[in-house]
Nanobody
């Protein structure tokens, strides 16, 4: 399964963006899908993740502003970003992880989409 992220852009502080991560295959069997971001000169950090049961987790810095979701029919994951701040600027990557009962694992990264928030 390959991942294709899109939806980034330039937005003013306080604005909104919706990122999409389209998968080339069935996401229903994927254990965890997530969004990470990387600001210039900084390490990649987890923004939000969603499990197979749709349980979600968020970085403290985005709680209450971002919402992660997925649509198994469209094989797409989303990140709705509201009340954006300049510190949300970075390249956003989607990620998928699966583990089988045998212990075998698989993961995949999307190519990234740039989000720039101006003050």
């Amino acid at each position: 399964v390959q991942l294709q992220a899109s939806g980034g852009g330039l937005v003013q502080a306080g604005g909104s963006l919706r990122l999409s991560c389209a998968a080339s295959g069935n996401i229903a069997t994927i254990n965890v899908m997530a969004w990470y971001r990387q600001a210039p000169g900084q390490q990649r950090e987890l923004v939000a993740r969603i499990g197979s049961s749709r349980a979600t987790n968020y970085a403290d810095s985005v709680k209450g502003r971002f919402a992660i979701s997925k649509d198994p029919v469209k094989n797409t994951m989303y990140l709705q970003m509201n009340r954006l701040k300049p510190e949300d600027t970075g390249v956003y990557y989607c990620y998928a992880y699966r583990v089988w009962a045998s212990g075998q694992t698989w993961d995949s990264w999307g190519q990234g989409t740039q989000v720039t928030v101006s003050s």
